[in-house]
């Protein structure tokens, strides 16, 4: 699995929107890209996943560029509740790909 | 994380003791993957299991550790002989098929050995 680069820390304020880039630089034809969140105490949580150019759902957009070797994602006007850590993954949707590999994320901590 | 059940949430032990964990997965699943956090770091992963069947097991350590998952019931993770190194959170992740993504977690149990 391609490895992945993230701040280890982002602050924001409350009605903000939060961008946080996760560079994988030998990213693979095959492989997508999968965001988790993790609040304290909890596992993880699946936020969004794609493969080129743009996907939005109900809690936040993935961006990623035409070589994809960096995405981003954006997450519109945060609230208290989205301090958590946000887990950048890589890999192919494929058979063998069942080893998740989590670096140590960005610890986002959303400020009144 | 609703649907993959661990308990216990929290487990106490002393050093020498058995532990279980135990892992229901969302319903339809026959897929389960564990894996085991220390604090400020990633996920890593262990083990993944079918029902019945080991299919990989090179993130679990060789010795004192195990892990099945039964033709019925939840998967057990089983450490024995349990060191003060084996404290950490360990999260169970099901899918409903090998190539199904994502996986679903559970919120883990947090293993403290004393």
């Known amino acids: 699995l391609a490895k992945t680069t993230q701040p280890i820390s982002m602050d924001s304020y409350e009605g903000q929107e939060v961008n946080i880039t996760c560079s994988h630089n030998n990213i693979a034809t095959n492989d997508y890209i999968t965001w988790y969140q993790q609040f304290p105490s909890q596992g993880p949580r699946f936020i969004i996943q794609?493969?080129?150019t743009k996907v939005t759902n109900e809690v936040a957009s993935l961006f990623i560029p035409a070589d994809r070797k960096s995405s981003t994602l954006s997450l519109p006007r945060v609230s208290l509740s989205d301090t958590a850590v946000y887990y950048c993954?890589?890999?192919?949707?494929?058979?063998?790909?069942?080893?998740?590999?989590f670096g140590t994320g960005t610890r986002l901590k959303v400020l009144a | 994380n609703a649907g993959v059940m661990q308990n216990p949430r929290h487990l106490v032990r002393r050093r020498g003791q058995e532990a279980r964990l135990r892992c229901s997965p969302m319903?339809?699943?026959?897929?389960v993957y564990w894996y085991r956090q220390l604090p400020e770091e990633g996920l890593k992963f262990m083990v993944y299991?079918?029902?019945?069947?080991?299919?990989?097991e090179s993130g679990m350590p060789k010795e004192r550790f195990s892990a099945e998952f039964p033709k019925e019931g939840p998967s057990i993770l089983r450490i024995q002989q349990v060191v003060r190194g084996d404290s950490a959170a360990y999260f169970c992740a099901s899918s409903l098929n090998r190539d199904s993504q994502p996986q679903h977690f559970g919120d883990g149990t947090r293993l403290s050995i004393l």
């Open positions: 299991l079918q029902k019945e069947n080991i299919i990989d």
């Open positions: 319903k339809g699943h026959s897929h």
């Open positions: 794609g493969y080129k």
């Open positions: 993954l890589v890999g192919p949707i494929t058979s063998g790909t069942y080893k998740y590999i």
